[in-house]
């Protein structure tokens, strides 16, 4: 993700699983054995510590449980197949989420969904996330990849400081007071619009 991020020549990013199973069912509980508990939270990853401000779609397909919904619900957009299933489940194996799931499933839901989700570990169909805004939309599992990527490619097509500003807008400002993040928002707004691109753009309107 670190490569993504500083590669000039990439600007949005797909996230996906390997056929049509599953998405990511979160940690192997099995793997874990022996290791300190401090490194298996996602310190320093994209789902907590890493900004990314460039576009990330997951392209959900199958089981996203636990820490696989976590990583969802740390990307930006989030597209599903019908067969996709959603659950943060850990309470349900004796822990609690923590690649962010309790802090950003809050703020996609109201809190009383988002406590029912997670305290009771509760499971969800693709429709189902699709009824409560958390998924953008769902396709047959056959038209993932191509939905994903027709998305991806409608975004790289834009330009990137502005995207990338946008997003890092939307991200900082949640933790901000509205002057605040306005402010922000201002200063944001006054690097993109220093780009030549952006004098090209309105060049090119006024020639229309």
């Given at each position: 993700m670190a490569d993504f991020r500083d590669d000039p020549n990439l600007s949005v990013g797909i996230i996906t699983g390997a056929g049509d199973k599953s998405f990511c069912t979160g940690m192997d509980l099995k793997s874990t054995i022996g290791l300190p508990t401090d490194s298996l939270f996602g310190e320093g990853t994209f789902v907590r510590g890493l900004d990314i401000w460039k576009p990330l779609i997951a392209a959900?397909?199958?089981?996203?449980?636990?820490?696989?919904?976590?990583?969802?619900?740390?990307?930006?957009?989030?597209?599903?197949?019908?067969?996709?299933?959603?659950?943060?489940?850990?309470?349900?194996?004796?822990?609690?989420?923590?690649?962010?799931?309790?802090?950003?499933?809050?703020?996609?839901l109201s809190v009383g969904k988002a406590v029912e989700l997670i305290l009771m570990g509760k499971r969800i169909t693709?429709?189902?996330?699709?009824?409560?805004?958390?998924?953008?939309?769902?396709?047959?599992t056959g038209d993932l990849a191509t939905t994903a990527e027709e998305w991806a490619g409608q975004i790289a097509k834009l330009d990137s400081t502005a995207v990338q500003s946008a997003k890092q807008a939307?991200?900082?400002?949640?933790?901000?007071?509205l002057r605040d993040g306005l402010t922000m928002e201002s200063e944001l707004l006054s690097r993109v619009a220093a780009f030549r691109d952006f004098d090209a753009s309105r060049n090119a309107l006024a020639e229309e």
């Open positions: 959900v397909n199958g089981y996203a449980f636990g820490g696989g919904f976590e990583i969802a619900l740390a990307c930006d957009i989030r597209i599903a197949s019908e067969n996709a299933s959603f659950g943060l489940t850990e309470v349900t194996i004796g822990l609690m989420p923590g690649w962010g799931g309790t802090q950003r499933l809050p703020r996609l693709a429709g189902e996330a699709f009824r409560l805004n958390l998924v953008s939309k769902v396709v047959p939307m991200i900082r400002g949640r933790n901000m007071a």
